[in-house]
Structures are given as structure tokens and as C-alpha cells.
């Protein structure tokens, strides 16, 4: 069993919204900065979101800005990403990804890939008319 589990995906229609959710089964998510990645057919893994462990702060990637956002529920251990104004170019597998935070860095935003250490295996979001 995979630390975090992804739920939510599905095919949409250009402009359409989808809201994707992390969970986690084995440790307790609010501990742990999160961040969305997906990975298009033919392509590299990419950042998309991530959001701090105190949920303070977030960062997005420049290609969703304004269009996606992340937020945590720490009372119910996940991690949420809302899609909305979704295009084609968004399909991919997207995977929600954690790293614990220790100490006063309760805001810190990881914003490179090999920070995060728990992955979970994905979902497909396939956007198309």
C-alpha cells in the first residue's frame, strides 16, 4: 500500500473543473508540506502545487496560477486540489507527494521534485471535448 492515495480524477470537458484529494493511510498529513506533480504522456514529471505544513502558504505553477488551488483539512488528514478552467493540455497523471517538516518551518514551501520522500501512485485527469 502506497503512503498517499489520489482520488478525484476522471475525463472533463475543456473549461470543466475537477477537484482532486491526497490522503494519507499511514502517517498523519499535518506534519507534512504537500505538493501536487503530474506527468504527461511523452513527458517529465512536473511541480503544479504545493502548500506549506501550517497551510499558510502555497505556490503554484506558472502554467495553473489563477486557475488551480490547494488547500489542506488537517481534521480530516488530506490535501485538496481544486481545478478549475481545465484545458487539454492539463491531462496527465497526477500525483500527490509529502515530506515531514521538522522544526520552526511550519511555512516552508518545497518546491523541487527529490524534496518530497511519499508518493502515491496517481490519477488520471483527461481533459477533452
Known amino acids: 500500500q502506497t503512503p498517499l492515495v489520489e482520488s478525484g480524477g476522471g475525463l472533463v470537458q475543456p473549461g470543466g473543473s475537477l477537484r482532486l484529494s491526497c490522503a494519507a493511510s499511514?502517517?498523519?498529513?499535518?506534519?507534512?508540506?504537500t505538493g501536487w506533480f503530474r506527468q504527461a504522456p511523452g513527458k517529465g514529471r512536473e511541480g503544479v502545487s504545493y502548500i506549506s505544513k501550517s497551510g499558510r502558504r502555497t505556490a503554484y505553477a506558472e502554467s495553473v496560477e489563477g486557475r488551480f488551488t490547494i488547500s489542506r483539512d488537517n481534521a480530516k488528514n488530506t490535501v485538496t486540489l481544486h481545478m478549475n478552467s481545465l484545458k487539454p493540455e492539463d491531462t496527465a497523471v497526477y500525483y500527490c507527494a509529502a515530506v515531514k517538516i521538522e522544526g520552526d518551518y511550519a511555512d516552508y514551501v518545497p518546491e523541487v521534485m527529490n524534496e518530497y520522500d511519499q508518493w502515491g501512485q496517481g490519477t488520471q485527469v483527461t481533459v477533452s471535448s
Open positions: 499511514e502517517f498523519t498529513l499535518r506534519y507534512y508540506a
